[in-house]
């Protein structure tokens, strides 16, 4: 039996422990903010990978949740491993893992962020696992478990750009399409907030002496949603607006929280500039607004190398009678940071999902063990290529 067959079977026998640590992670709130629930996925996750013999250590956070590395590298190797990425937070606040815990219906699973990303999550671990287990003198493998990629990584975008820099190909686990597809490529992202200051009055006995401030966040709203360009991917959404005192004061305060989406990276500036000028446009006299930018994402651009990983994974895929497309997404991710370093760079290996961010979020069940199969014979199909020092572009 060749060495990918007995990969391939040894999943096959592990199916119910895989839905087991899913069903673990997703019971366990992990909010971004939540260190305490993101911690304990990094815990859950650890305890597995020592399980399996996989060295793993942790790298503590004063505030976000902590890091956690895994490696399968032989000892004193110096080729340029293959990093897994992938991130333990998600949207949903502390308690909706007791409002809605894990659960198997019609082969889909349910639960918070089954989907974005703790089913990748599952797949990168057993993955690294399944590839100890056969092959125990190591493979040029490692991985990344990050906690606030929901907020854009301000914390652990420096551990991502240091891990990936050092990187022959990154894969991240974030959801495939509910298509069965792949990502391999996506939207650059910027979050961002808009403080307005106006002067409060009464609005009956001294209206002109207000300065509101909703008014001129209201047309400043609209001149940014008219910054829209469909055609060439660029949108601006204003998401949430506040401010204001009273129905009968003029606001002294308005603000808003919005973002900019763009996929040619020579749209960021340009876009940018028109932004920040519409923001320091004093619509209303007597007016000022500040912007902030909250949070960024990179694009993920398939470059020729990435186009090659993706050969070399679909041709995995292949070998169990299966195919995962290629597909762009709107959305962004943390895979954006290598990409823009250079590093070939396929997003969306983990299971096939959709409804990510909602009660609705699902995986294809099956897809759970297919895609830790796809990925186990794709790290190990390039770390041959890398051990005998052949370039990627060899193969796809």
Same mark, same amino acid.
């Not at 106006?198 to 009956?204: F, K, L, T």
């Not at 823009?340 to 294809?364: K, R």
């Given at each position: ?105 019609? $082969? ?5 962020? @089954?989907?974005?990303?703790? #089913? &990748? +999550?599952?797949? %990168?671990?057993? /993955?690294?696992? *399944? ?99 469909? $055609? ?5 959404? @204003?998401?949430?607006?506040? #401010? &204001? +005192?009273?129905? %009968?004061?003029? /606001?002294?305060? *308005? ?122 014979? *794709? ?18």
């Amino acid at each position: 039996m060749t060495l990918e067959k007995q990969i391939v079977e040894w999943f096959d026998t592990r199916r119910l422990v895989m839905v087991e640590l899913l069903r673990d992670l997703v019971n366990t709130d992990s909010h971004t903010y939540d260190k305490e629930g993101v911690d304990a996925v990094i815990r859950r996750l650890q305890e597995f990978l020592d399980s399996a013999g996989v060295k793993t250590h942790v790298v503590e956070q004063e505030t976000a949740g902590n890091f956690l590395h895994a490696d399968i590298r032989a000892a004193g190797s110096n080729i340029a491993p293959i990093l897994l990425m992938g991130h333990c937070d998600t949207v949903f606040p502390k308690g909706e893992a007791a409002k809605r815990p894990f659960h198997i219906s019609d $082969e889909r699973a349910y639960g918070p962020g @089954v989907a974005d990303m703790k #089913g &990748g +999550l599952v797949v %990168n671990s057993f /993955a690294l696992a *399944a590839l100890k287990a056969h092959l125990p003198e190591g493979l040029p493998v490692c991985a990344l478990y990050t906690s606030d990629e929901e907020i854009a990584s301000p914390v652990s975008r420096h551990e991502i750009a240091r891990m990936a820099r050092s990187a022959s190909v990154v894969f991240n686990g974030e959801p495939g399409r509910p298509s069965g597809n792949v990502t391999v490529g996506r939207k650059g992202g910027i979050f961002m907030r808009v403080d307005v200051e106006g002067r409060g009055a009464h609005s009956g006995s001294h209206f002109s002496h207000g300065i509101s401030a909703v008014e001129a966040l209201a047309r400043k709203i609209i001149e940014l949603h008219a910054v829209t360009n469909q $055609e060439i991917g660029v949108t601006v959404n @204003v998401g949430v607006i506040g #401010g &204001g +005192l009273t129905l %009968n004061t003029v /606001a002294p305060r *308005a603000f808003a929280e919005f973002e900019l989406r763009y996929v040619d990276d020579q749209h960021r500036n340009e876009y940018m500039a028109r932004i920040e000028k519409i923001i320091a446009k004093e619509h209303v006299p007597g007016s000022s607004a500040r912007l902030t930018i909250t949070g960024e994402f990179l694009p993920l651009i398939q470059a020729e190398a990435s186009k090659a990983v993706y050969g070399i994974y679909d041709s995995a895929a292949a070998t169990l009678g299966l195919h995962f497309g290629e597909e762009f997404s709107g959305g962004c991710s943390d895979a954006g940071i290598p990409s823009s370093l250079g590093i070939p760079t396929l997003c969306g290996t983990g299971p096939v999902g959709g409804g990510s961010h909602t009660i609705d979020e699902y995986i294809e069940l099956d897809t759970l063990v297919t895609r830790a199969q796809t990925l186990a014979l *794709a790290l190990l199909r390039i770390s041959e290529m890398l051990e005998r020092g052949e370039s990627l572009g060899a193969v796809g």
